[in-house]
């Protein structure tokens, strides 16, 4: 069957660097690939990290497309993902996952002249497979249209997590990439940081303060949580976030954290399954420290816009459309309430996420530009005639 692939959602230099890309290593593959538009090729590439990126992927799903995320972020909601930066030989295992989706043998692309192949990745989840689909019942509207107020088919959602108690000053520990320990308490989209001699009191707070080192374990019941701080990575035997909800209940002190050997560390990890980015764990502490409002330090009558477009959960489906009324522009949580069709208390918990991840912030009015003053004076008269 003829194998094709589109690009669109992306700046011209972006789509020049994906077509060289593609060109080399469709040739390596064989050529057994075509280029079309994105209205005729089976799978689109799309830029989910530019503004209109999201926009073309709620077409294109709605239009039945076959989707690949192009992102630095660690997750994407698209069908598939390639991650920036991208060089023709991660096109090439992406060429290849895309064939033997579609029940195509492709083979190993031959590597460049001098060149070894480039290892495979070792970072994806489970859902970002090439198996992986979105878990949505129905296809999403096309924004603009007649049911633009509700972007999402509306799915069940658990009730609100109130009992989780609010936790003081979550900050934005991290940058949207959440890769360097060192931006922990240096976001500039945080309008209070944990104060370096502040002690952290929950879950949510000690993982976001950059007070924890090493490799870790912490117990809350039943549940078990392996914190690598070094590798900015969290091991759980849950692959989704809300069977962790509980260990983000209550007070926790630093004697909670018990340091893990190498040995125990391997087996215990093995037994779990793969890692899974600490900024992700980061996100859902904050997205439950609010109970429903904004976290101490942020006004609940302030405006909040997103710096890009965010990461989402596929068990919070109505988030996608809070980040997309967000991304229209600063607003207040309930004007985003009312333009997503989405609860005020569920919208205070997401801006609370994106507030300590990096993605949102807090909007400031610009200052207004101070008029010079007009000479006085005798002179100064003189002058103005």
Request: negative net charge; aromatic residues 6%; charged residues 20%.
């Amino acid at each position: 069957m003829p194998l094709s692939l589109g690009l669109t959602g992306m700046d011209p230099a972006t789509e020049s660097e994906l077509q060289s890309a593609f060109t080399d290593a469709n040739a390596r593959l064989g050529s057994r690939w075509r280029l079309l538009t994105d209205s005729e090729a089976d799978y689109v590439i799309v830029d989910m990290d530019s503004m209109y990126g999201p926009m073309s992927w709620l077409r294109l799903h709605a239009a039945g497309k076959q989707v690949i995320g192009l992102t630095d972020a660690a997750r994407t909601q698209a069908d598939f993902r390639l991650t920036r930066p991208f060089d023709s030989d991660s096109m090439g295992e992406l060429l290849q996952s895309l064939a033997g989706h579609a029940g195509e043998e492709l083979g190993h692309a031959a590597p460049p002249a001098g060149m070894t192949p480039a290892p495979q990745p070792q970072d994806e989840l489970p859902e970002e497979l090439p198996h992986a689909a979105i878990e949505e019942d129905d296809a999403p509207v096309e924004p603009g249209s007649a049911a633009a107020g509700s972007l999402l088919p509306e799915l069940a959602m658990p009730e609100h997590p109130s009992a989780m108690p609010p936790a003081a000053n979550i900050s934005a520990p991290a940058t949207a990439s959440g890769e360097s320990p060192a931006t922990l308490t240096d976001h500039a989209g945080a309008a209070e940081a944990v104060r370096a001699d502040a002690q952290p009191a929950t879950l949510a707070e000690w993982i976001s303060s950059g007070k924890l080192s090493g490799r870790l374990r912490y117990r809350r019941d039943d549940a078990a949580l392996l914190l690598d701080t070094k590798a900015r990575q969290y091991f759980a035997g849950a692959t989704t976030l809300k069977p962790l909800a509980p260990l983000f209940q209550g007070s926790v002190v630093e004697d909670d954290f018990e340091p893990v050997d190498e040995a125990d560390w391997g087996r215990e990890t093995a037994a779990i399954g793969a890692p899974q980015p600490l900024q992700r764990l980061i996100w859902f502490g904050a997205l439950l420290a609010g109970g429903g409002q904004l976290v101490a330090g942020f006004d609940p009558e302030g405006r909040y816009h997103m710096l890009k477009w965010p990461q989402t959960e596929r068990e919070y489906p109505k988030h996608f459309r809070v980040a997309t009324a967000m991304m229209k522009g600063p607003a207040t949580i309930e004007e985003i309430a009312q333009a997503s069709g989405v609860p005020a208390p569920d919208v205070a918990d997401f801006v609370n996420a994106n507030l300590a991840t990096g993605f949102a912030d807090a909007f400031q009015e610009p200052e207004p530009e101070v008029e010079p003053s007009k000479p006085s004076g005798l002179f100064g008269r003189l002058r103005g005639r």
